[in-house]
């Protein structure tokens, strides 16, 4: 059975922030989907994440396998903060994956943004966060819920665009009729426990509703960090030039980073710094994210 994707995003600047360093892609010509957190000083954040994922975007369409295609996003990110003093020591997470029509999926994955399966009423987390916390649980030095507390939370172990090479985690995945997928920045799981993001995937059978309720509860409980959010339905079509053609259709303008309407909140960028412009600018390892 030939297999296509629903897919509803959303991405916010929370209550706390003032502009939104996230972002994310949603290409159905290609089939590629990702979501980006980036870091950084001034306006380094989100020049990161953006130019992460437009370069990611570039090289997926030109034929480059997913993990190339980071390698090349990473590349990019990089010899910008090289290239500019004000960005200098930016950077980002990227959660991509790649999905054919028979759902085959790829992902690449580089820091604490996060993939999530939910099949057969469970939701399982499929990426690794690359940070402090996590290599504390793994040493057994630190449980779940309490890493979950841990005001180091937010301390990442590897990013894209802070090293001219990067390490890149692959995961691959075969979907079904009826999987439903989540990629989203650490703003949501910060907020919203996996038990609530799972009720509420379970309960909201629309994806675009989905995705802005998960959106939702992180803001209502708190919202301190910027919150992008990707739901993907997996879907069986039948095997018919109809269908094929409906697919194709209802993915035409969706080929574009951040166009959800939430995005156009983000304040232009003229009128100030944030107030935690002090921190040092360059964030490497453990770089605690803004
Ligand atoms: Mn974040």
């Given at each position: 059975m030939r297999l296509h994707l629903q897919v509803g995003a959303a991405t916010d600047i929370g209550q706390v922030r003032d502009h939104n360093e996230?972002?994310?892609?949603?290409?159905?010509?290609?089939?590629l989907i990702a979501v980006a957190d980036g870091m950084g000083g001034h306006r380094g954040?989100?020049?990161?994440?953006?130019t992460a994922l437009e370069?990611?975007?570039?090289?997926?369409?030109?034929?480059?396998?997913?993990?190339e295609a980071v390698d090349v996003a990473n590349d990019a990110v990089h010899e910008q903060s090289i290239a500019d003093p004000n960005l200098r020591g930016?950077?980002?997470?990227?959660?991509?994956?790649?999905?054919?029509?028979?759902?085959?999926?790829?992902l690449g994955h580089v820091g604490d943004s996060r993939a999530y399966l939910a099949r057969d009423g469970e939701l399982e987390r499929v990426t690794t966060d690359h940070s402090l916390v996590e290599e504390l649980i793994?040493?057994?030095?630190?449980?779940?819920d309490e890493a979950e507390r841990d005001p180091r939370r937010s301390m990442i172990t590897r990013a894209l665009g802070?090293?001219?090479s990067v390490v890149v985690d692959i995961i691959e995945l075969d979907l079904r009729d009826g999987d439903r997928l989540l990629l989203c920045s650490d703003g949501l799981t910060t907020m919203v426990g996996e038990d609530d993001i799972a009720s509420l995937l379970a309960e909201e059978p629309d994806a675009a509703t989905a995705a802005d309720r998960l959106v939702d509860a992180a803001n209502a409980a708190g919202g301190v960090d910027n919150i992008t959010v990707v739901v993907i339905d997996v879907v069986g079509d039948a095997a018919s030039p109809e269908s094929e053609s409906e697919s194709e259709s209802e993915s035409e303008s969706e080929s574009e980073s951040e166009s959800d309407e939430r995005a156009a909140e983000r304040p232009d960028g003229v009128a100030h710094e944030p107030a935690d412009?002090?921190?040092?600018?360059?964030?490497?390892w453990f770089g605690l994210r803004r």
């Open positions: 996230d972002g994310y892609l949603v290409d159905h010509d290609v089939g954040g989100e020049v990161a994440s953006a370069a990611l975007r570039v090289a997926f369409v030109a034929g480059a396998p997913i993990d930016m950077g980002t997470t990227l959660t991509a994956g790649s999905f054919d029509d028979e759902g085959h999926l790829v793994q040493a057994g030095e630190l449980t779940p802070l090293e001219p412009d002090a921190e040092p600018r360059t964030r490497r």
